[in-house]
T-cell receptor
Framework: GENVEQHPSTLSVQEGDSAVIKCTYS??????FPWYKQELGKGPQLIID?????GEKKDQRIAVTLNKTAKHFSLHITETQPEDSAVYFC??????????FGAGTTVTVRA | EPEVTQTPSHQVTQMGQEVILRCVPI?????FYWYRQILGQKVEFLVS????????KSEIFDDQFSVERPDGSNFTLKIRSTKLEDSAMYFC????????????FGPGTRLTVT
């Protein structure tokens, strides 16, 4: 089955700096790649996603890039703010039903 | 903004007991899912459900697990005879349809089996 690896496991950045989280996937048939943000006591919240026919997608301060050849995708957060502190998960899906998640990255934005 | 809700937020049960975890998906969504996250591990897919049938299930989802949509709003996960290793956070999710893959997650139910 699909295996998603996510790095780093923790990331500490100064407010205003950028944060980058990287994921790799194993199954070349995967075609949908969402990113989720999870705050303490809450469920994962979808923040951005990308399909395999697109190389990059941006939504305000967050962007996702996809390299199908290398089977990796990344989340970029620019101008980080304290409210960006959370656990971020990448995921991959072959069939839109089953999401395979990475292990998560705990992002801390230092004021 | 519509959201997925789950009850209870925390369930403590003894090994061997049956538990039912409840979810109310977003009202116009047609696909429903259960995932679980054992402490310190990845979020794992359990099952997807569409049109009153299981559309896919993982190897974790054995005969001890079942899902049901008993009415037009609730979606339940039943574990017939809980084991210690079933202790985890269980997340329900829903999505609009196959062409809109975005899955929206509930806040989770923490299941503790003693």
């Amino acid at each position: 089955g699909e295996n998603v690896e996510q790095h780093p496991s923790t990331l500490s950045v100064q407010e205003g700096d950028s944060a980058v989280i990287k994921c790799t996937y194993s199954d070349s048939a995967s075609n949908y790649f969402p990113w989720y943000k999870q705050e303490l006591g809450k469920g994962p919240q979808l923040i951005i996603d990308i399909r395999s026919n697109v190389g990059e997608k941006k939504d305000q301060r967050i962007a996702v890039t996809l390299n199908k050849t290398a089977k990796h995708f990344s989340l970029h957060i620019t101008e980080t703010q304290p409210e960006d502190s959370a656990v971020y998960f990448c995921a991959a899906s072959i069939n839109d039903y089953k999401l395979s998640f990475g292990a998560g990255t705990t992002v801390t934005v230092r004021a | 903004e519509p959201e997925v809700t789950q009850t209870p937020s925390h369930q403590v049960t003894q090994m061997g007991q049956e538990v039912i975890l409840r979810c109310v998906p977003i009202s116009n969504h047609l696909y429903f899912y259960w995932y679980r996250q054992i402490l310190g591990q990845k979020v794992e897919f359990l099952v997807s459900f569409y049109n009153n049938e299981i559309s896919e299930k993982s190897e974790i989802f054995d005969d001890q697990f079942s899902v049901e949509r008993p009415d037009g709003s609730n979606f339940t996960l039943k574990i017939r005879s809980t084991k210690l290793e079933d202790s985890a956070m269980y997340f329900c999710a829903s999505s609009e349809d196959r062409g809109r893959a975005e899955q929206y997650f509930g806040p989770g139910t923490r299941l503790t089996v003693t």
